[in-house]
């Protein structure tokens, strides 16, 4: 498992699984821009998207998908000095009120459609303003139990927080002598 910086001023990072060659975080966007990885999951999941959405179109899906996921990367990607992912990422957890060590944490957009951004990014928060992202799915039911894609996004999450609970990865410290020692940046 490696680290790669996403922003130059380091608040945003993905994990780059060893059975990938790219990170998490450019291997989900490449899929949300796919036209035919998009239409071949849309189809699986009509029922999904017809009984929590109302959408009977794959094809709106789809555009609705490509368009949302471009307004998404960039806010994640917004390298101005003033911008803050505090604001795109909340808890996990609707039911958490608190911080915790290594948060997971959500982040969707603002679709600009009749319904809410089925878009989701996961990530761990390192400390404030700063985010690990672990992966990402399309979110078409209430909660992640109930689909294997958002399912294995939650084990994601808790492989990666645990293997930084074990290498002493507890906030931006820990992460930049883990980087340092380890990864060898």
Same mark, same amino acid.
């Given at each position: 498992?490696?680290?790669?910086?996403?922003?130059?001023?380091?608040?945003?990072?993905?994990?780059?699984?060893?059975?990938?060659a790219?990170?998490?975080?450019?291997k989900?966007?490449?899929?949300?821009?796919?036209?035919?990885?998009?239409?071949?999951?849309?189809?699986?999941?009509?029922?999904?998207l017809?009984?929590?959405?109302?959408?009977?179109?794959?094809?709106?899906?789809?555009?609705?998908?490509?368009?949302?996921?471009? /307004?998404?990367?960039?806010? #994640? =990607? !917004?390298?101005?000095?003033?911008a803050?992912?505090? &604001?795109?990422?909340?808890?996990?957890?609707?039911?958490?009120?608190?911080?915790?060590?290594?948060?997971?944490?959500?982040?969707?957009?603002?679709?600009?459609?009749?319904?809410?951004?089925w878009?989701?990014?996961?990530?761990?928060?390192?400390?404030?303003?700063?985010?690990?992202?672990?992966?990402?799915?399309?979110?078409?039911?209430?909660?992640?139990?109930?689909?294997?894609?958002?399912?294995?996004?939650?084990?994601?999450?808790? /492989?990666v927080?645990?293997? #930084? =609970? !074990?290498?002493?990865?507890?906030?931006?410290?820990g &992460?930049?002598?883990?980087i340092?020692?380890e990864?060898?940046?």
């Amino acid at each position: 498992m490696e680290f790669v910086k996403l922003l130059g001023d380091g608040r945003l990072w993905a994990v780059k699984y060893e059975e990938d060659a790219d990170n998490c975080f450019d291997k989900l966007f490449a899929r949300w821009y796919d036209m035919d990885w998009l239409l071949s999951f849309f189809k699986e999941n009509l029922s999904d998207l017809r009984s929590y959405f109302r959408i009977t179109d794959v094809y709106q899906a789809v555009m609705e998908t490509i368009d949302d996921a471009k /307004r998404l990367e960039c806010l #994640m =990607l !917004d390298i101005t000095p003033d911008a803050n992912l505090d &604001l795109l990422f909340k808890h996990l957890e609707n039911s958490r009120f608190s911080e915790m060590t290594l948060g997971r944490e959500k982040a969707y957009g603002d679709s600009g459609y009749r319904h809410q951004s089925w878009l989701r990014i996961y990530a761990i928060k390192i400390d404030s303003g700063v985010y690990l992202v672990t992966g990402g799915a399309i979110k078409l039911t209430a909660t992640m139990e109930e689909r294997i894609h958002t399912l294995a996004e939650l084990a994601k999450m808790e /492989r990666v927080r645990n293997y #930084m =609970l !074990d290498n002493g990865v507890y906030d931006l410290d820990g &992460l930049n002598d883990y980087i340092e020692n380890e990864q060898g940046n």
